[in-house]
């Protein structure tokens, strides 16, 4: 038996060498961690008349008179918490969406606090309490989804972009010339995108407001509606991999 001894320790030898060895990461490869979002389930809001609103994984709402309510799908959201947020945002910016123009967005800062949350915008504060469900990674399905090269008419600082948009509402984005690759936060509903962030997706606190059309699977116009900053056309491609830094 004690023959087996140098061939146990050169096999162990050799799985600890091969457990500490780390392949070097792919240049452009995204090392998002998927964002929980603190919004998802049942929500009582607080207040003279009682009301209860859904947050859904897949990124839709609604509102109902109880917490058993068949809650409709009246808005989509988003969460905006920051740039590459990789734990529950507890603080940021709720933007929801009803329709189909840009008088239905509502824009909120919120608190997470416990099993509340507050909510401050559009000359109201709103409390919310958590009735049921607990915070979780979106699940959207989208035209948008996966990475796209991306031409715009605002072509000042260049004309070529990079996105990615991931099923947990969230989207990295490239502008090639200047070099800013920074992380902004997304909703459709119909054939509207908005979009929330950083830069020139956050500007002045306001979001991007824009309509789409699709030209088949790979080809997407996105042309913009909003009056605070200088409103964009984009011409998207669908590509397996968008050059990133």
């Known amino acids: 038996m004690t023959g087996t001894k140098p061939l146990f320790f ?17 240049a452009g490869s995204d090392p998002h ?11 009582r809001i607080l207040g003279e008349e009682e009301r209860f609103r859904e947050f859904r994984i897949d990124g ?4 109902g ?3 058993a309510a068949a809650f409709g799908n009246n808005f989509s959201f988003l969460v905006y918490a920051g740039q590459d947020v990789q734990t529950v945002p507890q603080s940021g910016v709720l933007l929801t969406l009803s329709g189909a123009a840009a008088d239905g967005i509502n824009l909120y800062s919120f608190k ?12 109201e504060t ?3 309490e958590r009735v049921r469900g607990s915070p979780a990674v979106l699940e959207l399905y989208n035209s948008f989804l996966g990475e796209w090269t991306a031409d715009w008419d605002l072509g000042e600082h260049g004309r070529s972009w990079s996105w990615k948009y991931r099923a947990d509402g969230t989207a990295k984005t490239l502008h090639h010339e200047i070099k800013h690759q920074f992380e902004n936060a997304y909703l459709t509903r119909g054939n509207v995108l908005v979009l929330f962030g950083d830069l020139r997706f956050g500007y002045n606190g306001l979001p991007v407001f824009a309509v789409f ?10 042309t913009e509606q909003q009056t605070h900053i200088s409103p964009a056309v984009w011409a998207y491609t669908r590509v397996d991999s968008a050059p990133w830094l």
Do not use: H, Y
């Open 60 to 63: 839709t709402g609604g509102d």
């Open 112 to 123: 997470v606090n416990g099993s509340r949350i507050t909510l401050s915008g559009g000359g």
């Open 65 to 67: 008179l109880t917490a």
């Open 33 to 43: 961690t998927p964002q929980i979002n603190p919004f998802t389930g049942v929500w």
């Open 126 to 128: 709103l409390t919310l």
């Open 213 to 222: 059309t699709r030209g088949g699977s790979d080809k997407i116009t996105v």
């Open 10 to 26: 050169i096999a162990a030898f050799f799985m600890l060498l091969a457990a500490c060895k780390q392949e070097p990461e792919e």
